[in-house]
């Protein structure tokens, strides 16, 4: 189990078949600084442009379509001393004549206490001069290669994964994405200090990270959907618009993981879902929105 | 501050200006019994067509179009032994061709177990055989009469509440409601011992519950959508399909909270929203579709 | 077949089971003055508040529950020299930051040219100085009253129809809609002279026609949403948000249409409906969304 | 002023940034065979595997970001004397539950007759004996390689086209898409000899046919999503889901349109759009819908 301190030189602004960058075997781990989702490094210093510039694409040894690669994010250590917001609610997520009241989506700079993992306006906002935020790191954007050859932008999400931009993808989480094409190609990148649900002024704190994850292929574990654990809970996420689709994806996805790898009879696994189903909100900004799925493992014996 | 017992004669299959089954005085609390959602009585007995018969109205003295009711849950005491979930997801939680697939929607019952609290199968579903939920009452139909003189199903939901099937809407949470006749005109019932989020089923556990309320107005605080409160948060709801315009609404909702009340700038609003806010997913089986955009009480101070 | 004269002398913002302004027999034909959509009569005089005040309702003696009640719109005179409509699209048919951009949603007045059946802006719009539009009256909102007591706004529209500001509701159209409580209570109002599809600026040019519709009972004729039938088409009418949902019910009555009335098999309908069907957008400015799917006569023979 | 005859060897499964199959120089017409969407030619060999094999990338030189390729399409003549389609409706058309009874998707084969220029199934379908479609020949896919290096499934539609499954793309229509790489790189595919509005059984009649496009670089008209033009309309074209999505982006087009190259000022295109406005239903099957906004040119006069 290699640890590899991978330093990107260029960035991709999509998820697609593209030459690696780094081989690891599966069961490695990889250290690598993310930049900004405007391409600003740790330094302040522009390296790539707009949206959301990805690290990678890392190939995994042996990962082949219909296999899973399952990614655990071991640490996310901050590294820049500042991240980036926009100042005003998103268009798409209030009523659209209130849009016209909105304020201007300008750039607000966040301070980041590195010691004690805070974040904070800076200067301060009016009328929230005390706001400070526990640093939550996230990955925005992370997720594979799709099939077909296809490529997706940084700045949406599919079945490949992409900019979901959920709260969950953090340090202990482990998600698993649908392997397309030989060697999976995973790529990272976008990470905030803090975000609400829904990203819904189009941004969390933007900012540069320090991150550790394992990869590790799952042989012949065939996924439609990306899905992940937590200490607690599995969860199904699933991508599109409206959001009524996204979550008809993920609800879609957890009813099929539940009869197949818990044993459940479709009617066992309705009533399970029915009573204890939990829904988290993730990206309502991108053109594709975001919804996981979430059942507690508690409630669930493995076959 | 009067203690009312109502016992209800009669139920109601909309929300509407219909004459009061009992008057009482700002402040004053409500014990009431409801039928569940089929209309059937705690000893079995059928007392109402569905969807969802509800006790009252209530007119609360006082309340004019363009004030508050506030609504206090303080207590749901279980008063049936069983209670019914329908057996598969619903058609529209799904994707699409996946329904072919479902089982049928079968009626299944629920032991409730009054002194331990608890609900299970009865008998047993196969492959949950050890499936016992820890009960947690909530309202899943409650609100006002609307404006205008409409009238809505008991099935669904808008600006005056109804059929949200929150979560939330438990002993403890405070609620309000825009007043838009004199009087409120409150209704109540559909009270279930557990449900997941969304009611995915088309049901949470269906029963009948012993419910106390104390109904409060608030002069000249008017709403546009119900708003609710909980030990530790503040949030806004919204009612509408698909989920997206329903998020636009508890989203604007909260926004327009922040600003009128918590002496926030548009910007500052965004900012607090952008970072820290949250969403619960509502009923999402009915035509409108239930959004909960919750705050931290935390992060306010109320001007 | 008796032609009635009905003068209305108050209106209603809802569609719901109130008191008959007017009794009919079936076949009997009905000859209103309507007013427009903010309740101004053709001599400009404010005669009932907004929105979309209706007359009516008019009962049809013998129409009962599972009945339809077919509306044929033999006439539609103006009776006004003005009718207006607003200035900017609304902000729900563009895209949400675009919003931001919209020019302010002012009334603007159209000349009504009774004699040569033409419309246009007066004074004329800067860019559009010779923009006559040949009148193409049309009845905004229409329809009965729903079941359950319900009652709806004449801002939105549902099962029993309503607001659904289709192009197609003009003389020469045959209209059917389900019948859902003793009398049918049929209202109509919010007439336009002209409209493009969607009412995409939230008015179609706003004026007072004199009707002439007959209404005919058709007994044990089970609908769930409104159909009609032009010269050439049999169309179903789908009321809802998101558009696509409109579009599902549209689609699923045109199919239960087929099956039912002219012999198809499930696939036949599928094949004929895949290879000839056609959509028109209805209102998409309005809580509820109209989508109409036409099948042409030509390919149908009744069974 | 060259004719290429361009004959196909491989086929491309996504609308991407692929190494040219041709060069033609800006005005140039090309004469292309197509093959089926599940990749069968006119001889019933298979030749590429589905969804929608694309003939291209065609290379138009001189085309660049920020230009426009104009692409007239002269002439689609049948060259099979069948075609396919599916046997039922598509799950996502109709009510959920009204999935469950929908008929098998079944392959259904058409006889094309190519002197009369009709279509008809074969052998006949029970109910629809006399079943004869006049002839109505259609580019399902068409478009080029979007921007930043994306690629997309034929299988689905954005700015860049795709698999928009529109009517109106046959003879005699000019479309315009956004070049975003060097050569444009058109793509063309997936004819139809019959479609209804929508693509609700999840086909047209799929066939092989010979289309003759002219291929013209437009330089410096910047577009954001696809336009057309008829004989006597232009239209905006917009890919998205919800269908009410795809009507924001194709009405907000169709404005910026009226504005920029028509004259008009925010308030004369409002106007004009909203009396005058008609939209046509693409597909409404893949993962994004298409809507098409349209405008009589008779309303028009060019700046």
Redesign the interface.
């Known amino acids: 189990m290699t640890k590899h301190h991978f330093r990107a030189s260029h960035w ?3 998820l ?1 078949t593209l030459p690696p960058a780094l081989t690891v075997a599966s069961g490695d781990s990889v250290i690598t600084e993310t930049i900004d989702s405007h391409g600003f490094d740790k330094d302040g210093v522009h390296r790539a442009p707009e949206p959301n510039p990805m690290n990678g694409p890392i190939f995994v040894t042996g990962a082949e379509p219909g296999d899973a690669l399952k990614v655990e994010i071991l640490r996310m250590t901050p590294i820049s001393d500042t991240g980036w ?19 201007p989506r ?1 750039k ?1 700079i966040w301070r980041i206490d590195r010691d004690a993992l805070t974040v904070t ?1 800076d200067p301060p ?4 001069e005390n ?1 400070v ?1 526990p640093l939550q790191p996230m990955i925005g954007c992370f997720g594979v290669a799709p099939a ?6 940084t700045a949406t999400s599919a079945e490949n994964g992409g900019n979901m931009d959920y709260r969950g993808f953090g340090p202990g989480a482990t998600v698993w994405f649908p392997v397309a094409v030989p060697g999976a190609l995973f790529f990272l990148g976008d990470c905030h200090a ?8 189009g ?3 933007e900012t540069c990270f320090e991150v550790e994850v394992r990869l590790t292929v799952e042989k012949g574990r065939a996924l439609v959907w990306p899905r992940g654990e937590s200490a607690t809970e599995i969860y199904s996420v699933g991508n ?6 996204a ?3 993920a ?2 996805d957890m ?1 099929n993981w539940l009869c197949s790898d818990y ?6 696994a ?12 993730g990206n ?1 900004f991108d ?1 594709a ?1 975001t919804m996981v799925c979430r059942i507690e493992k508690k ?1 669930l014996s493995k076959r």
């Open positions: 991709h602004n999509v697609g917001t926009r100042a005003a609610l998103a268009g798409n997520v209030v009523d659209p004549e209130f849009v016209r009241g909105l304020p300008d607000t306006p906002v009016p009328g929230l706001f935020l077909l050859g296809q490529a997706f932008s803090v975000q609400g649900d829904g990203e819904i002024v941004t969390g704190i599109a618009r409206p959001l009524d689709q979550l008809q994806h609800t879609t009813f044993g459940l009879s479709p009617a066992a309705s009533h399970l879902m029915g009573q204890v189903v939990r829904y988290d909100v309502v053109p929105y409630w």
